[in-house]
């Protein structure tokens, strides 16, 4: 009787510990997941949908701001799109965005990395065109991203909310989507 009770107690202990350990591990974030709770623009779909899914609630533009999401083009091997927040604004053609489900990271993929740089490469300098950071090869790579241009919404208030622990609020349209360099 005592050994069932032993093996009983071990084999529960184990079934705790997994789960415990497995409620505990990295979550795997797809980047309309992340951008959306980071921005709090509440569009829901495959990334490239959120150009045209933003139309009537959200301003859009070619113009980068801090906050507003960066939505690419399906391409290649990126069937579904990509979305990414912009975290700072460098120059009028180098920005950086925070978003998940890019280059590997610990050697796998679903993580989230912060300021990552971009380059507009187009040539009429309207972020038609971008060059991503990879972390993998260290470098921006070769690969030409095309990209619908930018979605605002006041998602400095939404990333300190997320920060913070509360929800993100979502307003219907940005209310200022002209800012100087230093986001103001």
Not at 26 to 37: E, I, K
Not at 143 to 152: E, K, L, M, R, S
Request: glycine share 8%; with cysteine; aromatic share 10%.
């Amino acid at each position: 009787m005592m050994k069932r009770l032993t093996g009983a107690a071990v084999a529960a202990t184990i079934a705790f510990f997994s789960v415990t350990s497995a409620a505990h591990a990295d979550p795997y974030l797809q980047c309309v997941t992340f951008a959306r709770m980071f921005s709090g623009i509440q569009i829901f779909g495959d990334a490239w949908t959120w150009w045209n899914k933003a139309s009537g609630k959200y301003q859009r533009g070619s113009t980068p701001t801090t906050g507003a999401v960066l939505v690419f083009k399906p391409e290649g091997k990126m069937r579904h799109g990509h979305v990414a927040v912009v975290s700072q604004v460098l120059t009028d053609r180098i920005i950086q965005v925070t978003h998940a489900n890019w280059s590997p990271i610990e050697g796998s993929r679903g993580k989230v990395e912060n300021d990552v740089t971009v380059v507009d490469v187009s040539q009429k300098g309207d972020w038609s065109k971008v060059k991503v950071w990879y972390n993998p090869v260290g470098d921006l790579g070769t690969t030409v991203y095309p990209t619908y241009g930018f979605i605002y919404q006041a998602a400095k208030d939404a990333a300190t909310q997320f920060v913070s622990g509360s929800p993100a609020k979502t307003a219907t349209k940005a209310s200022n989507t002209k800012t100087d360099k230093s986001g103001r």
